[in-house]
């Protein structure tokens, strides 16, 4: 009875501590928010970069091997855009590509609960997340070339108008 | 006699330093922008020059290709943001950090990468790029205090941050600066004609372009020592 006893207060108090490893248990990104992260956060944690780079590993998860994460996207986009003024494409395809990117890692960290549960009992100092550091992929973001390629253009299209803006405001200059 | 023998020596010269490569800082001097204001008065440049810096706002997922003044405040919770910045192919990329309001305790980081990065495929990569990975990584969190400024070793960088906290944010001034021999370029546009001149150095260099393209070599000249191999391979991009 008393081992019975002492067995579910360790659980409990295993449950329960605050672990900064057991940030892949937590639900969403305001709850994990309050929670005081360790500057070092980013780095000896191996589930960000996954989380970052499980763009595609998320998508042939969901069964989607034939579905480019394109396809999806403009799902979406075409979806709200036509609650949205016409005159707003930029603002859609941005609000569209983050909401597209914002949804992976929540979904990744759901889907991640099981094999993070492992790793809560692991990494219990500092030193040892140093030297997994160096071990870690670099930080990078799972974007696709198609939308790379789209806001390039958009950026050039930016570009040529502050370029003709220039020359307005010189030949009105020189015109005086 | 004495003019013709004149006339070649200047021929020898000239053509010597074209061998060093040392017209082209000539070109790049003499196609700037100050040129087509030199028959502009004084007050016209004083007017000019106190044009105001371009400002907007910056997206969680934005790309830049002007220079000016950009600000991120968050409304909500940003976790995954970044941030591309692209020049032409003779400039590189200046960021100067002017005002910075993150929680870095709390989770919120802001990073400079010399290049690009996608789905962990580093642009240029580990190979031809003179920086370990690790040292391409510009944390603001670790040197904000030291380093409030940086250049890019190519035409192209990008930011990483991320902000919990609403009202966070930072503000930056890019600017583009001359890069008289680009060696790792990304081209913005999916046409046009590039010469890339590499004087007497001995490293990689790379031309990538994100668009589906046929590249074709007009002209190729490698150097050659004893018995180098010279190797042409075409890239097709699909």
């Known amino acids: 009875m008393k081992l019975q006893l002492l067995v ?153 108008a502050q370029q003709a803006h220039s020359n307005r405001k010189l030949m009105e200059i020189i015109g005086k | 006699m004495a003019s013709a023998f004149r006339l070649q020596c200047h021929c020898i010269l000239i053509f010597l330093a074209a061998l060093k490569g040392e017209t082209r800082y000539l070109e790049a001097k003499g196609a700037g922008e100050d040129e087509p204001f030199l028959l502009l008065s004084a007050d016209l440049k004083r007017e000019l020059a106190g044009r105001q810096l371009y400002h907007r706002a910056l997206r969680c997922i934005d790309m830049l290709s002007v220079e000016g003044q950009f600000t991120f405040t968050a409304e909500q919770p940003q976790l995954h943001c970044a941030a591309f910045f692209i020049g032409d192919p003779e400039e ?93 370029v990304i081209s913005q546009t999916p046409t046009g004609r590039f010469t890339m001149v590499i004087p007497h150095q001995h490293r990689n260099c790379s031309f990538s372009i994100i668009y589906p393209v046929v590249i074709k070599i007009s002209d190729l000249i490698l150097g050659h020592l004893n018995s180098l191999h010279l190797k042409v391979s075409c890239l097709f991009v699909s």
């Open chain 1, 8 to 160: 579910s207060t360790g659980i409990l108090l295993v449950a329960l501590l605050p672990c900064h490893d057991c940030r892949a248990l937590s639900k969403s990104p305001p709850a994990a928010a309050s929670a005081p992260l360790p500057p070092d956060f980013l780095h000896p944690q191996p589930s960000l970069p996954v989380l970052l780079r499980m763009g595609e590993e998320y998508f042939l998860r969901l069964g989607n091997l034939n579905k480019s994460p394109t396809a999806s996207f403009f799902a979406s986009s075409s979806s709200s855009s036509s609650r949205l003024p016409p005159g707003a494409p930029a603002t859609n395809f941005f609000r569209a590509a983050v909401q597209q990117l914002q949804q992976l890692p929540e979904r990744s960290l759901e889907s991640a609960a099981g094999p993070g549960e492992g790793e809560a009992e692991s990494l219990p100092r500092e030193a040892m997340e140093r030297e997994k550091r160096s071990e870690e992929p670099p930080i990078s973001l799972d974007l696709t070339f198609h939308l790379l390629r789209e806001v390039l253009e958009m950026a050039r299209a930016e570009q040529l």
């Open chain 2, 92 to 184: 590189l990329i200046t960021l100067d950090y002017d005002f910075v309001n993150i929680d870095c305790q709390g989770g919120d980081f802001l990073k400079v990468f010399d290049g690009w990065i996608l789905k962990g495929e580093k642009f240029p990569s580990s190979l031809d790029h003179p920086l370990p990975t690790s040292e391409r990584y510009i944390d603001f969190c670790e040197s904000g205090n030291i380093r409030r400024s940086f250049r890019s070793s190519q035409n192209v960088a990008m930011i990483f941050f991320r902000i919990h906290e609403p009202g966070n944010g930072f503000t930056f001034t890019i600017k583009k600066n001359a890069n008289l021999f680009p060696c790792n």
